[in-house]
């Protein structure tokens, strides 16, 4: 049997380890041969990879990144794209894909089960906001390298008697702010689920400045303030017409300079939360992920994807993995501002 693998959307720690495990497994166990498409969805729409060796994906369990490459292609966004990846894959004598990826490279997984072509999915987002599974890999990687760098802060924000906002990832779900603020001891958590009251902020910041302590924000890249989205709308759109949400780190931290007249710096933490070694429980679920989608390839499965339920790995549809969105319920919300102010 022939398999073809690639990863898709933004990176995160652990692909490498999925893409080791698929590999490994499928030669050892089936003695299938493997084709690593390169750079997402692009790949199999042009035929651009290479076919995995053992030796491939030597020393790569520990690397961040993909060694595959990715890109947010979409083939149904590309004039005959379906067709294109169908006669790809009839060329090269792949029957079936794993399809690593978050909810736009798994939407596309869905399409094209649907029409005909067999795919499994593999969740992958340091957001941890795919609703399917409990947990995703990267998410334990970028939580890691957020509360480090809080740590590092408090110290920092204490000798300059300074308040330090922190922005991390997450743009539709605030998990990496929730943990890393709950694991690094902050001051104030923001997330995108909960619009903040700039008032309430300066009051837990204040409260912070009297008890002489430096307070440490931490707000996710997709948190707004109350009925004021517009304030961090100017300048919204890179050059290459990509939305940029960052930028509420830093109109905060002057908002709080402001109304304090205590001094504010901003952190962005940004890709940094993406890059790097994957943590040893990131590691682990990437290649339990990666072995199971294994099996299901084997057992003639498609249009499935693995998920994590407690500490089983099991199958669900595509369908519904890139349904809904799992964001931050308040329950959890409120554990968090127990430590506010
Ligand atoms: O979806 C993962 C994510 O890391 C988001 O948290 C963030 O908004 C986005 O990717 C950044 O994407 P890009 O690499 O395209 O800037």
Redesign the pocket.
Known sequence: MRVGVLTG??D?PGLNAVIRAVVLKGIATHGWEIFGFRNGWRGPLTGEGSWLTRDDVEGILTRGGTILGSS?TNPYKEDGGVDAIKRVLAEKGIDALVAIG?EDTLGVAKRLTDDGVKVVGVPK???NDLGATDYTFGFDTAVHIATEAIDRLHTTAESHHRALVVEV???HAGW?ALHSGMAGGASVVLVPERPFSVDQVIEWVERRFEREYAPIIVVA??AVPEGGAEVLQAGEKDAFG?VR?GGVGTWLADEIATRTGKESRAVVLG?T??GGTPTAYDRVLATRFGLHAVDAVAEGDAGVMVALRGTDIVRVKLAEATAELKTVPPERYAEAEVFFG
């Open positions: 959307g933004g995160c947010r978050g987002t340091i957001d990832m997450g743009r990496i890249e997709g990509h949400l890709h939360q993406r």
